[in-house]
């Protein structure tokens, strides 16, 4: 059974910085792409990063290029993504998605973990 | 950047069809894929490239997708299947290359 356990969420003043982890089992983790999905209090789906299964090709949204990076670690099948200079906007949830295939590109997200919860305020 | 649709809402009485649209210009030439999200709960795939279901998803969920519209198709709705579904696809040259729809309620009365 995947398994996907977020960790790493706080209350954080504007400005600082934080960083999420996901705890990937259940699955060859070194084969799969992997991502970050964020929905604001009561608001939809937003995709933040992802990063293919050997980390040669990483991609972010607009919204937080410069500020948020993905990285990854196929020795402790584990997932991060280190948030900088935050902001209110950057308030959600944060769900780690696995991706279907090893590509960072045209995924579809087949397994998510529980989210963990980052709010922004001062 | 591209940009999907949805009805914010759609009211279903229990056994009978609800369909879901995600609009977009030319969504026919892309892969859409399907979310269910239950109050507290993460996303699910429920319908991945336009039609395909994942294993554990009943069959009374199917999916199509042609032209401007795709359409998520719930047969013989169930109180089950009360929750928010969300459209995604995948698009290079947008700000963000993964776009989601707004989503959907769908309520069953």
């Known amino acids: 059974e995947v398994q996907l356990v977020e960790s790493g969420g706080d209350l954080v003043q504007p400005g600082r910085s934080l960083r999420l982890s996901c705890a990937a089992s259940g699955f060859t983790y070194d084969d799969y792409a992997m991502h970050w999905v964020r929905q604001g209090p009561g608001k939809g789906l937003e995709w933040v990063a992802g990063?293919?299964?050997?980390?040669?090709?990483?991609d972010y949204a607009d919204s937080v290029k410069g500020r948020f990076t993905i990285s990854r670690d196929n020795a402790k099948n584990s997932l991060y993504l280190q948030l900088s200079s935050l902001r209110a906007e950057d308030t959600a949830l944060y769900y780690c998605a696995k991706g279907h295939s090893g590509a960072c590109q045209r995924n579809y997200f087949d397994n998510w973990g529980q989210g963990t919860l980052v709010t922004v305020s001062s | 950047s591209y940009v999907l649709t949805q009805p914010p809402s759609v009211s279903v009485a229990p056994g009978e069809t609800a369909r879901i649209t995600c609009g977009g210009i030319?969504?026919?030439?892309?892969?859409v894929h399907w979310y269910q999200q239950k109050p507290g709960q993460a996303p699910l795939l429920v319908i991945f490239?336009?039609?395909d279901r994942p294993s554990g998803i009943p069959e009374r969920f199917s999916g199509s997708n042609s032209g401007n519209t795709a359409t998520l198709t719930i047969s013989r709705v169930e109180a089950g299947d009360e929750a928010d579904y969300f459209c995604q696809v995948w698009d290079s040259s947008s700000d963000h290359s993964y776009v989601f729809g707004p989503g959907t309620k769908v309520t069953v009365l």
């Open positions: 030319n969504i026919g030439d892309y892969s």
């Open positions: 490239y336009d039609t």
């Open positions: 990063v293919s299964w050997n980390s040669d090709y990483i």
